[in-house]
């Protein structure tokens, strides 16, 4: 009996093993650490150059004509030569040295009308040279003349204008009805022979004087050699400081 039951224990024991193997469970990632977000890594700052100045919109800077300018003669595309007479300064650096040349351009001319109207001119600058040979291009407008007696800038876009001048226009129409007066009349005394004539002469001279005056063309805009006019840089203009200055010659 005992040897009966010994090999179906051995059986049952093999069976038991073969249909229950033990699983190892696979490690699943923690909820946590999937939902942590992700680090974002900033590029580094690269410094400034300190070489590198701007020059900030809004700066004025004096110049002086290297040619006459008058709206007699002058035409729309005329290229317009000047000099910068004081050098500028950022942070104790002189950015732009004295005798700088600056290049620009007439955009517009308009002479003054007959009986009315004023002449003006608008000049716009676009380009600087350094003594070093160094060139930057800018945008810049007129934005005072003080070197001119008889001009002024009329707006923001720096149109030089002649100065309305009403007391010479009064003196001229004067003059003329004078004139013409003592020429009328002559000229109706010695056609008539009498003192009719002369009467009638003089005033159609007189007339004809002051018309004469007053439909005469008014002055131009006369800009000479050495104007001072002031300069106006119309956005930020970047310069490289290193490549302002003229380079020593090495004894």
């Not at 040897?3 to 093993?17: E, F, K, S």
Request: with cysteine.
């Amino acid at each position: 009996m005992r040897l009966l039951w010994m090999p179906l224990l051995v059986t049952g024991i093999a069976v038991c093993q073969t249909t229950s193997p033990s699983a190892t469970p696979t490690p699943q990632p923690s909820s946590a650490a999937s939902a942590s977000p992700a680090r974002s890594i900033s590029a580094p700052i690269a410094p400034s150059d300190p070489n590198t100045i701007t020059i900030p919109a809004g700066t004025r800077i004096p110049l002086s004509l290297k040619q006459a300018i008058s709206t007699k003669n002058a035409r729309e595309g005329d290229a317009v030569y000047a000099q910068t007479a004081f050098p500028f300064v950022v942070d104790d650096r002189v950015i732009v040295p004295a005798g700088s040349y600056v290049q620009g351009k007439i955009a517009h001319v308009e002479r003054a009308g007959h009986g009315s109207g004023r002449a003006e001119i608008l000049i716009h600058f676009t380009s600087m040279i350094f003594p070093s040979g160094y060139t930057v291009m800018l945008p810049g407008s007129v934005e005072n003349t003080p070197g001119a007696d008889s001009n002024s800038v009329k707006d923001s876009e720096g149109t030089i204008q002649q100065d309305k001048d009403t007391s010479k226009k009064v003196e001229d129409a004067a003059k003329g009805g004078v004139y013409g007066t003592l020429g009328g009349a002559t000229a109706g005394g010695l056609a008539t022979g009498g003192l009719n004539g002369a009467r009638v002469g003089a005033g159609a001279g007189a007339a004809a004087g002051i018309a004469w005056a007053l439909l005469k063309r008014g002055p131009d805009v006369k800009l000479d050699v050495g104007t001072s006019i002031e300069m106006e840089i119309q956005r930020p203009i970047t310069v490289d400081a290193t490549r302002v200055s003229v380079a020593k010659a090495t004894p």
